[in-house]
């Protein structure tokens, strides 16, 4: 039977409550983990090896960090510590090695202000003076035969313009010396060393060429002669100083006279006077380049080609 209870109402087991679980509410995503930026990686490693690309690198990139959130910011610091320390020792031994190279350089050179000082200085040889075979050393030429005309002929061993006129009038002046008309007064000049390569060659035949007028002065024409026919053409060394002795004869050799470099100094003291001047009794007032001819003093500017020319000139002297 049926039964109510106090209320009226059938006994019936209560149903307990059933579980609801909570409705699912939006998703919290995760914590994103910063990135580490890349400069002050770079900052960090440079630092070992390039102090100022550390330096540089370290300060973008605490500006990326500051600016961007990211990670590395102790990377970046470390990185321009050490760079800068990089930096620090690096001007320092640059320093030090400039200090250093200058005291070396001030120590050599008082050494060899020392020295010098020390050594003694050598006095030039003095130029030969007098009269020595056909070597008139106080006039500064080569002089030959006894004839009232006197012909100075300015010449440089080594130029072309002086083969033609030697080879043009040689004949002509050795006949006027020959026959006592004339005297011939040879100054050889020597500034054409120039073109010789640095052999210094004008200076090198003018001084055999005296070697001859003063040990064997009646071949010393001769040699002129044979000093022009061999002539070297200018920008070579020209020839050598044994070649200048087999070119020269006589009873005594000049071998060693040429050897020992004697009377160089005196042709290119005597190519100075001639250049700057006063020349006395002529009627130019220095010498400007050779052939230069004067006729007691008269200059001579025909050809160096036309010996009928020279010998008018020449002649006119005797008039």
Request: aromatic share 8%.
């Amino acid at each position: 039977m049926d039964s109510f209870g106090p209320n009226g109402f059938r006994d019936e087991p209560m149903q307990p409550n059933s579980y609801a679980p909570p409705l699912p509410g939006p998703v919290t995503p995760f914590a994103t983990v910063p990135k580490t930026n890349t400069l002050a990686i770079v900052s960090l490693a440079s630092s070992f090896f390039v102090g100022l690309v550390a330096v540089i690198t370290g300060h973008i990139a605490l500006g990326q960090i500051r600016a961007r959130g990211e990670l590395g910011r102790g990377f970046a610091l470390a990185g321009l510590i050490i760079g800068y320390v990089h930096l620090a020792v690096t001007a320092f031994l640059v320093v030090l090695l400039i200090v250093f190279a200058s005291a070396v350089g001030a120590f050599f050179v008082a050494l060899n202000a020392g020295l010098a000082s020390s050594t003694p200085t050598e006095s030039p040889a003095p130029l030969p003076t007098g009269q020595l075979g056909a070597a008139n050393f106080d006039g500064g030429y080569l002089e030959f035969g006894t004839g009232a005309v006197i012909v100075d002929e300015y010449v440089d061993l080594m130029c072309p313009f002086c083969a033609q006129f030697e080879k043009t009038n040689g004949e002509l002046l050795a006949a006027g010396v020959e026959s006592g008309v004339i005297t011939l007064r040879v100054h050889s000049l020597t500034f054409l060393d120039r073109v010789s390569q640095g052999t210094n060659y004008s200076s090198r035949a003018s001084a055999a060429l005296t070697c001859q007028a003063t040990l064997n002065p009646d071949q010393s024409l001769d040699y002129l002669s044979a000093l022009f026919a061999e002539q070297p053409l200018e920008q070579t060394t020209g020839l050598s100083d044994s070649q200048l002795v087999d070119l020269a004869s006589g009873a005594v050799s000049i071998a060693d006279c040429v050897e020992a470099g004697e009377y160089q100094t005196w042709s290119q003291q005597n190519t100075e006077t001639a250049l700057t001047g006063p020349i006395a009794g002529a009627e130019v007032a220095s010498i400007q380049g050779t052939p230069t001819v004067l006729v007691d003093g008269a200059l001579y500017t025909g050809s160096n080609l036309d010996r009928s020319e020279f010998q008018a000139f020449v002649a006119a002297a005797f008039s």
